[in-house]
Structure formats: structure tokens, C-alpha cells
């Protein structure tokens, strides 16, 4: 039981290290005019729960096919530096992903 509040600990960490970081990544690029809202965090965080998930579970099917949405959002936006952005915004939440699937796995 103590893996468990272990694990849920550094996952509310881990997620509110995100949003600073999210927001950081916000603030340094002056184009922007997105500000981070509770829909956004909150997207976010089914974001990486649909990866851990799928992590978990070995569903890597459903991967590609969250890959391929991710990337058909984007395909319209030219702007380099907001598309920058956006792959350091993913590679960070597919690495906390990866992390909570690993806790999870740990503790199985």
C-alpha cells in the first residue's frame, strides 16, 4: 500500500513540475498568445494517461493512432518556433508517460 501513496505522490508532482514547465515553455516564446488553462492542463494529464495506459497495457496500435491525431492537429500551424515548442511540450509528456507506466509496472 505505501508503493501506491509512493506512486501517486510523484505522479502530483511530476504533474505539477509539468504545468510550471508547460508554462515556462509558454512565457519564453514571444509569439505566443496561448495561456495555459485548466482545459489545457487537464488535456494534458488524459494525454499521458491514454500513453500509460496503452504502456502498460502493450497496446502499441493505439499509440500510433495517438501519434498520428497529435501530429493532425498540427498540421496546419507553420509558425517554427510554436511547432518548437510543441515537440519539447511532447517529448516531456510522452517522458512522464513513460515514467508513470514504469511505477506502475514496478509495482504489479
Same mark, same amino acid.
Given at each position: 500500500?505505501?508503493?501506491?501513496? *509512493?506512486?501517486?505522490? *510523484?505522479?502530483?508532482?511530476?504533474? /505539477?513540475? /509539468? ?11 514571444? !509569439? ?10 487537464? !488535456?494534458?494529464?488524459?494525454?499521458? /494517461?491514454f500513453?500509460?495506459?496503452?504502456l ?9 493512432? =495517438?501519434a ?6 498540427? *498540421?496546419k500551424?507553420?509558425? !517554427?518556433?510554436?511547432?518548437? =515548442? ?6 516531456l509528456? *510522452?517522458?512522464? /508517460?513513460i ?10
Amino acid at each position: 500500500m505505501s508503493n501506491l501513496i *509512493i506512486y501517486i505522490l *510523484i505522479m502530483v508532482v511530476s504533474e /505539477a513540475l /509539468a504545468v510550471l514547465w508547460f508554462w515556462l515553455l509558454s512565457k519564453l516564446n514571444p !509569439k505566443n498568445k496561448r495561456t495555459i488553462t485548466w482545459t489545457s492542463i487537464l !488535456k494534458g494529464i488524459a494525454e499521458r /494517461a491514454f500513453v500509460t495506459f496503452s504502456l502498460v497495457n502493450a497496446l502499441p496500435h493505439s499509440l500510433t493512432v =495517438f501519434a498520428a491525431l497529435k501530429i493532425a492537429t498540427r *498540421i496546419k500551424d507553420e509558425d !517554427k518556433i510554436s511547432n518548437d =515548442f510543441y515537440l519539447l511540450g511532447n517529448l516531456l509528456s *510522452i517522458t512522464l /508517460a513513460i515514467v508513470y507506466s514504469q511505477l506502475i509496472l514496478k509495482l504489479e
